[in-house]
Structure formats: C-alpha cells, structure tokens
C-alpha cells in the first residue's frame, strides 16, 4: 500500500493530485513483459522425449498400434529365440499405462483353415470400436480383439504378402506381394483387382487424396498409383544409394510421402517433387519406421544402428529423431535408443494422438520402451522492478510453464547481474520480503525447471529509498498558529482598528496550511515571506523540488496580497 505523501493535505489541489499519482507509479514499478525471460540449458519450450517405462511382456514386437477407441495398446509379435520354454508369438493386447498383458490372440487359421500358433508381422487397421486387421507369415490376413481366443482369417492366394494397409473401403485391404499390388476382401482373402509394377515390395496409402505411393528400391524409382483407376499415373526419380529402404510412410495431413532410404529419409510432396532429405543423427544408422501427428504437425522417425561394429559410424545404438511435417525442421532433440540395431528385425513407433506419449519397439533386445515428452519452462511473468522505502514490504511475482510442471527457485545479484546466488528458501512463485537498505540496487530472478531444461526470468530492479521520517508539519501548523507566520511582528502592533489582526491570521493560516504540506513553506518565525522553514531530513517534501517550489510559488501569492492589505490600512504617517 502507498502511504499517503506528506505534501497532500485533507483538501488536496490538482497539483498536489498529479503529484501523488506519480509517486504512486513509482511506488508500484514497472509493468513486466508477458513473456521474457530466457533458456538455460535450452531454449525455453524445447522438446525433450524421455524413455518413462519398458515393457519385456510380447515378445520380438514387429508391429505396434494404439487403438483409437478402445486405448490399448495392440502388438504383433514373433518368438524370441532366447526363451525356448515359451512362444510369444501372436497377437498381444497391452495396458499402455504399464505394459501389463490384458490377453494374446495366438491361434490363426493357416493355409487349409487349420487354427496353429501364428506370428503376427503386421497390423494394418483398427476395427471399430476395438480389434484390429492384421497380417501374418505367410499370405494370412485376420482379424481380432481383446478376449478372442483365436482370430478370424483367411490366406491370400499368390506370393508372401510383403506390405498391406487399409484398403478403400473398410471391408477391403490393400496388399503387396512383391511388385503385385491388389485389394482384397479381409474377410475372404478374395483378391477384387491387381496391378502388377516394375519393381518393388513396400507402399503406402493416402486414402483421403486416393494416392498410392509404391517404391521400386532396386531401380530407385517412386511410383504413384491412382487407388480409384488402379494405374500408374507417374513415376519420380529416388537417389541413388545402395538400394536399402527402411519404410515408406505418407503424412496423413499434408499427403507427402516420406521414404527411408539409406542413411536418410526423402520426402516428396503430394505432386512427387522432391521437397527435402533428412540425415540420420548418426552416420551409419538406417530409417526404419515413421509416425505422424496431426496434432503437433510432427514426424517421428526411428533409426537403427546396423548392428556390425565393424562398419564406421556403428555403435550398436539407435535413434528417436523429430520433425516439423511443414518445414522439416528438428522440432525435438534427437533420443538415443540404446542397443536398438537392425540385426534381428525392424523397429516400429505408435504414436499417441497429440504425440505426448510414444511407443518404440526393440526386436533385439524384445522390448517396447515407452517415452513421453516434456517441454522445458517458457516464462509468462518476469517480476517487475520495484521503488520502496526501507522497511516496507517488497512482493515479486514470475510464472512459467513446462511440461512437467516447473520448480521455481529465487536468485539474487549484488554485482549487476554478473553473477548470481540462490536465496535461501525462497522456492514459490512469489518472493516476498522487508527491504533494507543494503537491498538497494540488486537483481531478483526467478529460475524454473523440470526434465527438459532451466528457464530464467528477465531480473528485477530493486530500489531502495530512505525511511520517510517527515515531522516539518507539526512544527509549522505551531509556528503560524501564534501569527507570526506574518510578515513580521505581533498582529495586535500594527493599527488601532484591528486590520494589522486580520493579516497575523493571514499569517496563521498560510502557516497552518505549510505546516500541513510539510511546514516548507509556513514553519515561520517573523520572518519575510511566512519564514524560512525547512522540512527535516529524510522528510518526502525534501525529496519532490519540484513540488516544493509551486507550493512556495502559491505561498508567495498568497502573502503579497497580505502585504498590500497592511500597506492599505496603515496610518499616514507623514500627514
């Protein structure tokens, strides 16, 4: 609170108003940038995947989705051949939360509709509400949920099936066999029309735009498919390489298709022009998997590390990388993946909607690791300088937000800013304390963390001013009282009829009135111009100059016109 400055009387002018509503901005500070502030470690808002958990419970997991509706976590997996007391092949149905086992669908009818334990290699599709399409060795396409005890199914006649995704229409599948693409009936197997191409075993689907991207590693070479007319509508150039591919993907948002290929991923847009490459974080990891958020407009790519330490560049780890879908642009530091190499199968990512939460699988190693993002702090308050009188109370404020959400801890400098100490037990948003006067002059900061880094906010100026200890009004309100705030001499010396008494209370009320504004102007003692009264020091009227001369100023006035007053009454003397 803002006392009250001695200048203001009960009936304060508009001079005197203007003057106490600057001192009460400068009292209150100056107002704060919204945001402000800066990264410690790292910019503020960055990105930061953390593995939060690891799941040994479905075997060499192939495949992974998490089922829009229903929430769990499906995984097609293979047996590990490390646990020869146990088959984990099949369909597992998983807690997200935990990796805790809900039920394993392992039964599928095999080629003469014979139910046998089968792996599973692929899932394509949700089904409604719960379920999912999916795709096992070796021509095998079934369906099946949580609680089945064995899968529908049913064998696709031809060669082994070596890529499939959703087909046009929620009965059908699309499917390759090496360089056959057809669509199938998923209930039957019954293959509805086919196309054979050039070269190639691997696609992608962009049901909202009717693309089909088929990829030709061998003679290097991006087809596009209309899915309506069933033909090739144009073929695009890839780079040449050594003719490994990891995976080739569309971007449900944009409808560019992503294809890892090498050491690098190629992106072309929806018109097959070539619109960026995407390195590896290391030099010898491959691209072996991508998801997409339409949320964030985020890529997720998982790299593998060969496997062979013998190849430069291999360390036997692999890689988590992010990307901005519009631009390409690293929207997430880079997460290494230890141990993920690509000697016992392909990873695979499912990525939870708003890409908070990731699932990376591990064929190796026959884990699925869990991550999840944090946002380091991005400040939205810096605290504001402040003005005050020594001993009153000072309140700092800052806030900031983060993924988790932030600590704050308090930092003072005494050196400008150069460097910086914690203050003891100072670890809330607001900082208060009593300011003294060898406060004068420092820097207050707010520092906030969590997982993703430290966040800083703009510091704050403190300003420390003396102790009001103003007494001037009390000693002017007594000194004009007795009237000899006049001009000089007794009031009852100056004329038979009482006018010499008028002006001695002239005297006293431009006295009193000093005295309450201070007493500058009215502490007198018979002396010219209502005295030479001073206000102690430390007293606020000494410190507002300005002030102090139009109060004088008005004082001045006032008195002049007394004197004339007594000049008009006195008795010539002459005559």
């Known amino acids: 609170m803002t006392p009250r400055h001695p200048l203001i009387p009960g009936r304060a002018g508009t001079a005197s108003a203007a003057l106490a509503l600057v001192l009460a901005s400068a009292a209150a500070g100056t107002p704060a940038s919204a945001a402000a502030g800066e990264g410690g470690d790292v910019p503020q808002s960055t990105a930061v995947y953390r593995a939060t958990a690891q799941f040994t419970t479905a075997g060499r997991a192939r495949d992974l989705l998490l089922h829009p509706d229903s929430k769990k976590l499906y995984v097609g997996s293979d047996d590990l051949p490390e646990t020869a007391a146990a ?10 939360a935990d990796g805790r086992v809900i039920s ?33 060795p070796l021509r095998g396409i079934g369906t099946a949920k949580d609680g089945d005890a064995a899968a529908a199914g049913a064998w696709v006649t031809g060669a082994p099936v070596t890529d499939a995704a959703p087909g046009p229409t929620p009965s059908t599948a699309l499917v390759a066999q090496g360089s056959v693409l057809s669509e199938v009936d998923i209930a039957t197997a019954t293959v509805r029309r086919s196309l054979t191409l050039e070269g190639g075993e691997r696609f992608a689907y962009d049901r909202a735009r009717g693309t089909v991207w088929f990829t030709d590693l061998r003679n290097r070479r991006l087809h596009r498919v209309d899915a309506t007319a069933f033909r090739v509508t144009a073929s695009f150039e890839l780079p040449v390489g050594d003719g490994f591919g990891g995976f080739t993907e569309v971007d449900p948002e944009t409808g560019a298709v992503w294809v890892g290929l090498d050491t690098s991923v190629v992106v072309h847009d929806t018109a097959g022009r070539r619109i960026g490459v995407i390195e590896g974080a290391g030099g010898a990891d491959t691209p072996r998997a991508a998801g997409f958020d ?34 390409l642009k ?17 990873a695979v990512v499912a990525v939870q909607p708003g890409g908070g939460t990731l699932f990376v699988s591990d064929p190796a190693a026959g884990r699925i690791t869990r991550l999840e993002r944090s946002m380091s702090p991005r400040v939205t308050r810096s605290p504001e300088d402040r003005t005050v009188a020594a001993g009153a109370e000072v309140s700092l404020t800052a806030q900031a937000e983060g993924t988790p959400a932030p600590t704050v801890a308090w930092q003072v400098s005494t050196d400008d800013g150069r460097t910086w100490q914690a203050v003891p037990g100072a670890t809330s948003t607001t900082y208060a304390f009593k300011a003294a006067t060898t406060d004068n002059g420092r820097r207050y900061r707010a520092e906030f963390t969590n997982d993703a880094g430290v966040s800083r906010t703009d510091p704050a100026v403190l300003t420390v001013t003396a102790a009001d200890t103003t007494t001037g009004g009390t000693a002017g309100t007594s000194n004009g009282a007795d009237g ?17 008494a008028t002006v001695g209370g002239a005297g006293a009320a431009i006295g009193s009135t000093g005295g309450s504004a201070g007493g500058s102007a009215g502490r007198a003692s018979g002396t010219t111009a209502g005295g030479t009264g001073t206000t102690p020091a430390g007293g606020a009227l000494a410190s507002t100059g300005t002030a102090v001369a139009s109060f004088a100023g008005a004082a001045l006035v006032v008195t002049a016109a007394g004197w004339v007053l007594v000049r008009r009454t006195r008795p010539n003397r002459a005559g």
């Open 87 to 96: 088959d984990e092949s099949g369909l597992h149905v998983l807690d997200p």
């Open 330 to 346: 690293e929207a997430a530091k880079p997460v290494v993946l230890p141990g993920n190499h690509a000697q016992l199968g392909d």
């Open 484 to 500: 000899s705030g006049g001009f000089g001499g007794p009031a009852a010396s100056s004329g038979p009829d009482g006018s010499a």
């Open 104 to 136: 394993t669908v392992s039964q599928a009818p095999g080629p003469t509709g014979t139910p046998g334990r089968r792996a599973v290699r692929q899932i394509v599709a949700p089904l409604p509400g719960d379920g999912v399409v999916f795709v096992y």
């Open 294 to 327: 339409a949320a964030t407009h985020e890529a997720f790519v998982v790299w593998q590390d060969p496997g062979d330490t013998s190849q430069p560049g291999s360390d036997g780890d692999g890689a988590l990388t992010v990307h901005r879908t519009r631009d």
